[in-house]
């Protein structure tokens, strides 16, 4: 018996990063849905089942991955949901989801911080994936 691919919903608007990101993501075995707008996500998850999601916080709106984060959480709570961002070094603001309570209000259940290693990003899909 062969167990299934596990599938990442990728949503970033640098197209870059969301090309390079899938490019290694499919390497190491995953199936990967990708979006690059807050109106292409969302439709993109409203449409597809996936295991695990990926999202930018800046978008179009400086606050579009809250809001994306939000719309997978209430989709299903159980679906693990990154955030990778460069706020910290656009804005100044630093935030994270190490806490129950950050985590409550990002609706986040990590956060990476860009520029990001792949080994880095892996590691944390395994995690959260429980592979």
Known sequence: M???KK???LIDDDIDFL???QMQLEAAGYNVITASSIKEGI???NNNDFDMAIVDLMLEDADGGFKLCYKIKKKDPS???MLVTAVA???GLEFGAS???ERSWI???KMLTKPVRFEQLKREVKHLLKD
């Open 2 to 4: 062969t167990e299934s």
């Open 7 to 9: 599938t990442i919903l």
């Open 19 to 21: 090309t390079q990101e």
């Open 43 to 45: 439709e993109t998850l």
């Open 79 to 81: 679906i693990p949901v």
């Open 89 to 91: 070094s656009e804005t």
């Open 99 to 101: 806490t129950d309570e």
């Open 107 to 109: 609706k986040a259940d």
